[in-house]
């Protein structure tokens, strides 16, 4: 059985040939890191979920397992809206919590891709006849204010330390959309990363298996499909560094041979070392991200951890109500 996905995103806010040209032109070239996420690209996304490796979404779910009760408790929403939801399977944990008290309950999924939304789907659809499903297609970035709001306390979620991928004044911008649209009875519930020891954040993008490698290098097939241009990702190494001075994760796309890609009817010409900036994966400490709540007018109301301090989801309320 399949369900309707309400779409909501322009194509035309998305990034043009030109932009992307001229972001493979700067000094630090970069790709934008939404683009990592097609049918393919969003599979291998769960994939690295269950790696060895890969803490945070075995971590978030322990603190799922734990506090749900809780979360729902102070909460009281009747709607769950979830922003770049993936696969749900964490959230999961949170919708069967919330069945137990409640007659009915509805989840909204939100992400770009559509893969992610049947995933989530297929993963909700049998678990009861109370909950409403509803899946949207569109850009958090973008396409927030679209978003259409009910009367009933909602409780919105931005899970996987996603707020991560963002650049600082991005995630400014970000949470202050949200806190704007909040009504005085919503709460958000925000996953994030902590700053922890170096090697096991660097364990977590360069799994033994080559999962993240392949995750990484997806993003210039889906670029060729969406622009028509000609990268060959045989010819590139994956590269994912954590910048102490900066707490992220940085990943990479390095040049191991000189290549030439067509673009405009011009040539970029990519030598051998040169890298690509695929995404950066920020990690926080209670102080950094206390201070971005507040640029963002949210107030933090409750934190919830795990044992090691490793991951913390925060539930957020919006101060300007
Ligand atoms: N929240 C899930 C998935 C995290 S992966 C978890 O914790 O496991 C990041 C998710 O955000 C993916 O499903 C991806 O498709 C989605 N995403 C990435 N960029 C997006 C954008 N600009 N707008 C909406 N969704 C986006
Ligand atoms: C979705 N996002 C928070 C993941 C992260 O950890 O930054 C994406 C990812 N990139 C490499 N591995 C996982």
């Known amino acids: 059985m399949s369900h309707d996905i309400k779409e909501i995103s322009n194509k035309e806010d998305s990034i043009s040939l030109k932009e992307l040209n001229l972001m493979l032109r700067k000094k630090q070239k970069s790709i934008p890191t939404k683009f990592l996420y097609d049918d393919l690209g969003s599979k291998l996304f769960e994939d690295i979920s269950n790696t060895e490796e890969y803490y945070l979404t075995r971590t978030e779910k322990k603190i799922l397992n734990n506090y749900s009760s809780s979360i729902l408790n102070v909460s009281g929403a009747k709607e769950l809206l979830e922003l770049g939801s993936g696969s749900s399977k964490k959230t999961k944990v949170l919708i069967l919590e919330a069945l137990k008290e409640k007659d009915n309950l509805t989840y909204i999924s939100f992400d770009i891709s559509t ?19 509803k899946l949207v297609q569109g850009d958090f970035i973008n396409d927030i204010e679209k978003l259409q709001s ?50 096991v954040i660097k364990a977590a993008y360069n799994d033994k298996n080559g999962i993240t490698e392949k995750f990484n290098k997806n993003i210039l097939n889906v670029i060729n499909k969406e622009y028509n241009l000609n990268f060959q990702p045989d010819k590139f190494n994956h590269l994912a560094l954590y910048n102490e001075d900066k707490s992220q994760i940085e990943m990479y796309l390095k040049a191991n041979s000189k290549q030439k890609i067509d673009i405009l009817s011009e040539k970029i010409e990519i030598n051998s070392g040169d890298k690509i900036l695929t995404e950066i994966s920020r990690k926080f400490s209670d102080t950094s991200i206390n201070e971005i709540f507040e640029k963002s007018g949210l107030l933090s109301v409750k934190n919830f951890s795990d044992e090691k301090s490793y991951y913390s989801l925060y539930l957020l309320r919006s101060n300007q109500k």
């Open 150 to 199: 009910t009367k009933e306390p909602r409780l919105y979620l931005f899970l996987g330390s996603t707020l991560g991928n963002f650049d600082n004044e991005t995630a400014i911008k970000f949470l202050t959309n949200i806190s704007q649209k909040m009504k005085k009875t919503d709460f958000l519930l925000l996953g994030i990363d902590k700053i922890k020891n170096k090697d």
């Open 115 to 133: 893969k992610a939304l049947k995933m989530s789907y297929n993963e909700l659809k049998n678990i009861s006849s109370k909950l409403d499903i």
